[in-house]
C-alpha cells in the first residue's frame, strides 16, 4: 500500500495508460478523480465509470470528472470537485494526449495547434490549477507523461515531439519553482507502448520499430504504470525535475 490515503487526479483516465495508472494507484490503496473528455463516436463516461466501480470494488474512492484539458476553467472546476470529493489532492498524472501525425510539408496549423493545446497546454492548465491546494498542504506529485519522440524526434511528428519536449521543459522549471515546498516534479517517457495510440500505425512500420528497440519489443501499459506509482510514492521524495525513460532500450 504505496499511496495509502493519497488522492489522485488522473487525466485522460478513460482508456490506455491513464487507465492503467489509475488501477495501479488504487490498488496501493489511492483515492482518484477519473478525467475523461466526450467524443463522439465513444462512450468515455461509460468506460470511466466502469473503472470508477472497479476501484470502488478495491475499497478506494473513485469520481468521475469531465472535463478537457485544453479548457482552463473547466479544469479549474473539475480540480476543485476533485479537492472537495477527495478531501484534498496529493497527486496529478497529466497524462491526457493526442497524435496527428503529418510530415511538416502537409502539417496544417491546425494539426500543430491541436496537438500543442492538450498535449502542452493542457498540462499547463491542470499543474497550474492543482498548485495551490499542493503547496498549502505541502505536499505533491505532479507527473506528465511525455514521449521518447520529444528526446529523439521522429519522422512525421513535429508537432507530438515538440509538445512532449516542452512538457519536459515546463517540468523541470516547475520542479525548480516548487523544489522547497514539499513538490516533485517529474515526466515519463514511454517508448512504444501497446495502446490505441500506438495500434494506429500502420501494421508495415511495426517492424521498423521493434527494430529499434534492444529489448525487440513494445511495452505494456503496465510498465509505465509502474514507473507512475514510483514517482508517486514515498520512496521517490528526493527525485525531480526528473525524466524516466520506460522504452526497452529505444533511447539511452
Ligand atoms: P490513448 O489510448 O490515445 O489515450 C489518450 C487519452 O487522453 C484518452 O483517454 C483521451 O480521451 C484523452 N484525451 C485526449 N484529449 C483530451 C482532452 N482534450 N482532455 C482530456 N482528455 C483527453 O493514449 P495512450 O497511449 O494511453 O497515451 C497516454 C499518454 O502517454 C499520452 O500523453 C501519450 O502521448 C503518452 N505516450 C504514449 C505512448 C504510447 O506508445 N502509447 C508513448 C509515449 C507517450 P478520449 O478517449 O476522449 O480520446
Not at 498535449?119 to 491546494?133: D, H, I, M, W, Y
Not at 514511454?190 to 511495426?206: K, L, N
Amino acid at each position: 500500500m504505496r499511496l495509502q490515503g493519497r488522492a489522485a487526479l488522473i487525466t485522460g483516465a478513460s482508456r490506455g495508460i491513464g487507465r492503467a495508472i489509475a488501477r495501479r494507484f488504487a490498488a496501493e490503496g489511492c483515492n482518484v478523480a477519473l478525467n475523461y473528455v466526450s467524443e463522439a463516436g465513444r462512450d468515455n463516461a461509460a468506460e470511466a465509470e466502469a473503472l470508477a466501480a472497479e476501484v470502488r470494488g478495491l475499497g478506494r474512492k473513485a469520481l468521475c470528472l469531465e472535463a478537457d484539458v485544453t479548457d482552463f476553467a473547466a479544469v479549474q472546476a473539475m480540480v476543485a470537485a476533485a479537492v472537495e470529493a477527495l478531501g484534498g489532492l496529493h497527486i496529478l498524472v497529466n497524462n491526457a494526449g493526442i497524435t496527428r501525425d503529418r510530415t511538416l510539408r502537409k502539417l496544417s496549423p491546425e494539426d500543430w495547434q491541436a496537438v500543442l493545446d492538450v498535449n502542452l497546454t493542457g498540462a499547463f492548465n491542470c499543474a497550474k490549477a492543482v498548485l495551490e491546494p499542493m503547496l498549502e498542504q505541502g505536499y505533491g506529485r505532479i507527473i506528465s507523461l511525455a514521449s521518447v519522440v520529444g528526446l529523439m524526434g521522429n519522422f512525421g511528428q513535429a508537432n507530438y515531439a515538440a509538445s512532449k519536449a516542452g512538457l519536459t521543459g515546463f517540468s523541470k522549471s516547475l520542479a525548480r519553482e516548487v523544489a522547497r515546498k514539499g513538490v516533485t516534479v517529474n515526466c515519463i517517457a514511454p517508448g512504444f507502448i501497446d495502446t490505441e495510440m500506438t495500434r494506429a500505425i500502420p501494421q508495415d512500420v511495426i517492424p521498423q520499430i521493434l527494430a529499434q528497440i534492444p529489448m525487440g519489443a513494445m511495452g505494456t501499459v503496465e510498465d509505465v504504470a509502474n514507473a507512475a506509482l514510483f514517482l508517486a510514492s514515498e520512496e521517490a521524495g528526493y527525485i525531480t525535475g526528473q525524466v524516466l525513460s520506460v522504452n526497452g532500450g529505444m533511447y539511452m
